[in-house]
């Protein structure tokens, strides 16, 4: 696990090189939603830091020589009947609900999105629990989709909820619209397999892997994340677990 001290840590070393403060944080408007509790100033200087910092940079990309061969699927599959039941039509009756702060709310279902411009990447997946794999994932850009369905300019965040219970995370605009965040929905040039998250996943490269949300189902555009779960921007803050978790 990334030990919560180890984020602290990298939030304070970047802070004691001079760079980063909560006060300049602040000033910037780099608060996390994160930022209350004990962990709450490490994981702001850690999310300040990087955003002033980094800003922009890409997620190292690998060439296809480097793919697993086996890629870990992280055990704890979620299946129920209506999920084998979509699967077994190959998900035809499947639609991603893009929704929340704009103007054309849109309805896709895995054909049409198979239509749209693809991009794919070979990135690493990492998990915090140490282990990781490269592979192939290839789908559509977030940003696109986002323009697409008109985001409005109030929009700071965006949600993204999985049809697994429980799981659903949030990006602010610099990853959701960062052109290597992709709505994945092939992997190693097959259909996404049903152990990594098909039909759709998140896929957000600049993050450990908790944030590669899979069983994509609907994505919301907000302005303001306290509207979702207890307002930490996802689940993991309750956790110990940071909402911003760069690589
Ligand atoms: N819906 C859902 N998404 C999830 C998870 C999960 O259990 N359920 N695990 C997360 C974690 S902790 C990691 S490291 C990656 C692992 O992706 P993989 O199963 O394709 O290896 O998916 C993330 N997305
Ligand atoms: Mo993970």
Redesign the pocket.
């Known amino acids: 696990m990334p030990s919560r001290r180890k984020w602290m840590m990298t939030g304070l070393a970047a802070s004691a090189a001079g760079a980063v403060s909560l006060k300049l944080a602040a000033h910037k408007g780099l608060i996390p939603p994160d930022h209350g509790g004990i962990y709450g100033p490490g994981a702001t200087l850690t999310y300040a830091a990087q955003r002033l910092l980094t800003r922009g940079a890409m997620a190292r990309e690998y060439p296809r020589a480097a793919i697993s061969p086996k ?4 055990p ?1 599959q ?1 299946r129920n009947d209506a999920y084998d039941q979509m699967a077994k039509d190959g998900f035809r009756a499947w639609r991603l609900r893009i929704e929340g702060s704009v103007t054309r709310p849109r309805e896709y279902s895995l054909d049409q999105l198979r239509q749209l411009p693809v991009r794919s990447q070979a990135t690493q ?1 990492i ?3 140490g282990w990781s ?1 490269i592979a192939e994932w290839a789908g559509v850009e977030l940003a696109g989709l986002l323009g697409d369905a008109g985001m409005r300019a109030e929009t700071k965040f965006i949600v993204y909820e ?1 049809m ?1 219970q429980g ?1 659903w995370d949030s990006l602010d605009l610099d990853d959701a619209m960062h052109p290597q965040t992709l709505v994945a929905h092939s992997m190693n040039g097959s259909e996404l397999p049903s ?3 098909g039909p759709l ?1 998140m896929r957000v490269p600049r993050q ?3 944030k ?4 994509l189902a609907r994505i919301i555009a907000t302005d303001d994340l306290r509207k979702f779960g207890k307002g930490l921007g996802s689940p993991g803050p309750e956790y110990g677990y940071s909402w911003y978790a760069g690589i």
């Open positions: 890629p870990f699927a992280n704890t979620f997946m998990c915090e629990e794999f999985s697994e799981w152990a990594h998250g996943r450990i892997g908790y590669s949300v899979k069983y």
